[in-house]
């Protein structure tokens, strides 16, 4: 069965360092990959995927097939980076449904 | 358009009661998604419509569980004989009719059953 493990509940870097967010995946096809962000007392938005290959708030994101990954970067973080951060999947033949990591709450210190 | 909308955004109800939610989407989106996502843990898909037509349906969503979405547009999620296992946050989403189409969230309508 599909699976979207990230493997910290919570990070908490100083403000300027590098961040980097874990998702493992477990799917033997082509995947959809995403990370969608939610900001306190705001709804789930997208925050980038994989085929886009772009960078949003300096975030980027690479899929590794190979290691079944795709962690979420950033060289300098901000405090207007502190949120939660999930990874989804989607499959083949899924009817665009996402599977979800359980999330990564950020916490960016001063 | 404001987005994806969800009402009530809060509900409190005794167990063995029914409850019902209600998602109006983006009005272009011909895809609607339920969502129910528990403390802790990321979203887990309940059902899916495209236009009137539910498609899929989870193996979570018991026959307590009913959605609806009529005429295309808004869509309703009902429970029945609510138990304290319901508690959490059902949220929805919709999105464009295309293979890429990003997923929008509503703000999600949290139940609490005491």
């Known amino acids: 069965a599909q699976r979207v493990t990230q493997p910290e509940k919570l990070l908490s870097v100083f403000k300027g360092a590098p961040v980097e967010l874990k998702c493992n995946y477990s799917?033997?096809?082509?995947?959809?990959l995403f990370w969608y962000v939610q900001y306190s007392r705001q709804r789930l938005q997208l925050l980038l995927r994989h085929i886009s290959r772009e960078s949003i708030k300096g975030f980027t994101a690479d899929l590794n097939k190979g290691e079944t990954s795709f962690h979420l970067k950033k060289p300098f973080a901000q405090e207007e980076d502190s949120a939660m951060y999930y990874c989804a999947l989607r499959w083949v033949d899924s009817n665009y449904q996402l599977i979800w990591g359980a999330g990564t709450k950020l916490i960016i210190k001063p | 358009d404001t987005g994806v909308s969800q009402d009530p955004r809060h509900k409190i109800t005794k167990r063995g009661q029914n409850v019902t939610f209600r998602c109006d989407p983006i009005s272009e989106h011909n895809r609607l998604y339920w969502y129910r996502q528990t403390l802790g843990q990321g979203p887990e898909f309940l059902t899916y419509f495209q236009n009137e037509a539910q498609l899929e349906k989870s193996r979570l969503l018991s026959d307590r569980f009913s959605a609806e979405r009529p005429k295309g547009s808004f869509s309703t999620l009902e429970i029945q004989r609510t138990e304290q296992g319901d508690s959490a946050m059902y949220l929805c989403?919709?999105?464009?009719?295309?293979?890429?189409?990003?997923?929008?969230f509503g703000p999600g309508t949290r139940l609490l059953v005491l």
């Open positions: 989403a919709s999105s464009l009719g295309t293979s890429f189409g990003t997923q929008y």
């Open positions: 799917y033997s096809g082509s995947p959809e």
